[in-house]
């Protein structure tokens, strides 16, 4: 296909590549020309260049830029940039790094996914195993396709690549609050939360010999940072995504059969379903109150259990449930206490100021229920899946 005739798709798409640079003015002017063969429809984001990087930029009139004097960031520059496209009127941006590293021979194949993804946002997936990858790169890469996966449950080959198609009319709603490297990982997770899909295509990548590499990573910072969203990508994704999630597909008919199905799933064995349900019966009692929902569904992920049925499970602790449970716990408790237990009844005395005077007889008796009603339900379940299996002459 000739270059016209990528410039003529480029505006029918309303798409425009954007290109963040920081102190890369050695491979600035290439970049910009390979590019300038697909599409003049380019923004840079100078993010507080104290090269040349303004003189070489000053080459290219056809091109917008956005430039600001202090350095601030990636994921700031690209945020800048996402602004920039929308004001233009474009409605999706390809990012391309301005080291060299991407070649803009992939953009075509970033440009096809609009026609297959409308909605989503298109990740270039680099060969990480070529020769010259930094050995950070590598392990930083697979630390965070790791925490993607159990933030979004999305399996990625590449979390860490900066060749991307964003749907930025889509993503306008969604306030970031990231401004480095980090904004790469946070872009990612939250738009997958808001319902905008993240796929994946292969591309090439350059990674030229350690002499001649220009990096402005900075690993103790920069996996500092990403550390930290880490941390706070997992409270919001706990305490509140997967539950939400999880209520939205209750009241959405094809997401209750979906969740219906997964309930079901026909590969798991009784015997993995009921430890799912006796699982998730522990975590709801278990006196942790607050975080019973987020360490339980991080677990069932660690052990492989059936997600949606230690979910469904743990919820014997909602409100109506409570007064119950308190009132088990204390029972349970009671043995432990010797003479100095304390009978209280189901009645208003029933609080948490009853909680927190009889503290050690309710955390001994919640935790002693807890194993009890686990151990006992997930044995029903299995007796009640077991005679299903058979029944229906096949694993549940």
Request: hydrophobic share 45%; net charge positive.
């Amino acid at each position: 296909m000739d270059a016209p005739t990528y410039h003529t798709r480029f505006d029918s798409r309303k798409t425009c590549v954007l290109i963040p640079t920081y102190n890369n003015v050695s491979a600035l002017a290439a970049v910009l020309d390979d590019v300038l063969s697909y599409t003049h429809n380019i923004i840079v984001v100078n993010d507080g260049s104290t090269d040349d990087t303004l003189s070489v930029l000053a080459r290219y009139p056809q091109v917008q830029v956005v430039s600001y004097p202090k350095n601030r960031g990636k994921g700031w520059a690209l945020r800048q940039g996402f602004d920039a496209a929308r004001k233009a009127g474009y409605n999706y941006a390809i990012s391309i790094d301005s080291d060299g590293q991407h070649f803009a021979s992939d953009l075509p194949v970033l440009l096809d996914q609009i026609d297959l993804h409308p909605k989503s946002i298109v990740v270039g997936a680099r060969n990480m195993h070529q020769e010259n990858v930094p050995g950070k790169s590598s392990f930083g890469n697979r630390f965070s396709n790791f925490w993607f996966w159990l933030f979004t449950g999305i399996k990625a080959p590449d979390t860490q690549s900066g060749y991307r198609l964003y749907p930025i009319k889509e993503m306008a709603s969604i306030p970031f609050f990231t401004r480095k490297y980090e904004f790469e990982v946070e872009v990612l997770v939250r738009s997958a939360w808001h319902g905008i899909g993240v796929n994946f295509v292969p591309v090439d990548v350059y990674y030229p010999p350690p002499a001649e590499r220009v990096s402005h990573f900075r690993p103790f910072k920069d996996f500092t940072r990403i550390s930290l969203l880490n941390t706070v990508l997992f409270f919001i994704a706990f305490l509140y995504i997967k539950p939400r999630d999880f209520f939205r597909a209750l009241f959405t008919r094809e997401k209750r059969a979906d969740l219906v199905r997964k309930i079901l799933e026909p590969g798991q064995s009784p015997e993995r379903k009921s430890l799912s349900i006796g699982f998730g019966i522990f975590m709801g009692i278990i006196p942790i109150w607050g975080f019973q929902l987020i360490v339980g569904i991080f677990l069932a992920f660690v052990f492989k259990l059936n997600k949606a049925l230690v979910i469904t499970a743990a919820n014997i602790s909602i409100p109506p449930m409570i007064p119950f449970i308190l009132y088990g716990s204390f029972l349970a408790g009671a043995p432990w206490m010797g003479n100095n237990a304390k009978a209280i009844p189901l009645t208003g005395e029933l609080s948490l100021s009853a909680v927190q005077h009889n503290l050690q007889q309710y955390v001994a008796g919640s935790i002693t229920l807890a194993i009890v009603a686990g151990i006992t339900i997930g044995c029903i379940a299995y007796f009640f899946l077991k005679r299903y299996s058979r029944k229906t002459g096949h694993a549940t």
